[in-house]
C-alpha cells in the first residue's frame, strides 16, 4: 500500500499551448520524484521516461537565437 501511495503521489501535468492555425501543442511534464520515489522507482526497476521530464533546455526561451 504504501509503494501505490508513494507512486501516486509522482505529479504531472499537461501544456497546451495554441498556435496560429487553431491546433493545440500538448506537452506533458513530470516533475521531479522524492528521494523515496526516486529509490522506490529504482527498486521496481522502473524509470520515468525522459522525453516526460522537465527539461530547461527545451524551455521557450532556448529557442531564441
Known sequence: ???????SAVQGT???LPTTDGREIRLR???EPTAEQ?????????SLSEGLAFCPKC???SAIP
Not at 526516486?38 to 522502473?46: C, E, F, R, V
Open 1 to 7: 500500500m504504501k509503494a501505490l501511495a508513494l507512486l
Open 14 to 16: 499537461d501544456i497546451v
Open 29 to 31: 511534464r513530470i516533475a
Open 38 to 46: 526516486k529509490s522506490l522507482l529504482h527498486q521496481l526497476g522502473l
Open 59 to 61: 524551455s521557450a526561451d
